[in-house]
């Protein structure tokens, strides 16, 4: 089955600077990779996610690439604000989802 | 605009008891999944159902059961709780698997102690 490995499990960063979160799957059929924030108290929810059709995808201040040959995808958060802290999940899917370990992101203002 | 509940919020058990989570969504939601999320980990899928009627196992079903008699709900059945068990549940649901990118709704976890 799929395995996920996300890195790294914590990360502070100053506000205003970028945070990157980096995960590996082992799937190749994997098609689908989302991305989940879990705020204290909360169940996930997704922020922004990409198909294997697409190498680069962007929302605002958030963006996600893909690496289909190296099977890598990493999450990019630009101009961070102290709301942006909390955990991140990443995920593969293809017939099912696996999901990564977690990333706690702290943004200290 | 409820979207998917969870009840209850907070539970301890003790080794051997059973209890039954509970979880509804109103947004006539095809499939609806179960996850558990250890410390430090991410979620494992437990049990899903695609429908009414069907349900199927995920990772890690063992010691778990559940049913899906009706669209709005998907219980989740601990018969003898084990420490093991110790875990947040989270149920979510989404229109179309979620392998197709549709959006997932999380319900806001059970956070379960056997002891």
């Known amino acids: 089955g799929e395995n996920v490995e996300q890195h790294p499990s914590t990360l502070s960063v100053q506000e205003g600077d970028s945070a990157v979160i980096k995960c590996t799957y082992s799937?190749?059929?994997?098609?689908?990779f989302p991305w989940y924030k879990q705020e204290l108290g909360k169940g996930p929810q997704l922020i922004i996610d990409?198909?294997?059709?697409?190498g680069e995808k962007k929302d605002q201040r958030i963006a996600v690439t893909l690496n289909k040959t190296a099977k890598h995808f990493s999450l990019h958060i630009t101009e961070t604000q102290p709301e942006d802290s909390a955990v991140y999940f990443c995920?593969?899917?293809?017939?099912?989802?696996?999901f990564g370990a977690g990333t706690r992101l702290t943004v200290k203002p | 605009n409820a979207g998917v509940t969870q009840t209850p919020k907070f539970r301890i058990l003790k080794i051997g008891q059973s209890m039954t989570l509970q979880c509804t969504q109103d947004?006539?939601?095809?499939?609806m999944y179960w996850y558990r999320q250890d410390p430090g980990m991410g979620l494992k899928l437990i049990y899903y159902?695609?429908?009414?009627?069907?349900?199927d196992k995920g990772e890690v079903p063992n010691g778990y059961n559940v049913s899906r008699s009706t669209t709005e709900d998907f219980p989740l059945r601990l018969e003898l709780a084990a420490p093991s068990q110790t875990s947040v549940y989270f149920c979510?649901?989404?229109?179309?698997?979620?392998?197709?990118?549709?959006?997932?709704?999380f319900g806001q976890g059970t956070r379960l102690t056997v002891v």
């Open positions: 979510a649901s989404s229109y179309r698997p979620l392998r197709s990118g549709d959006l997932a709704f």
């Open positions: 799937d190749s059929a994997s098609n689908y």
């Open positions: 947004m006539n939601h095809n499939y």
């Open positions: 995920a593969a899917s293809y017939n099912d989802m696996r």
């Open positions: 990409i198909r294997s059709n697409v």
């Open positions: 159902s695609v429908g009414a009627g069907i349900t």
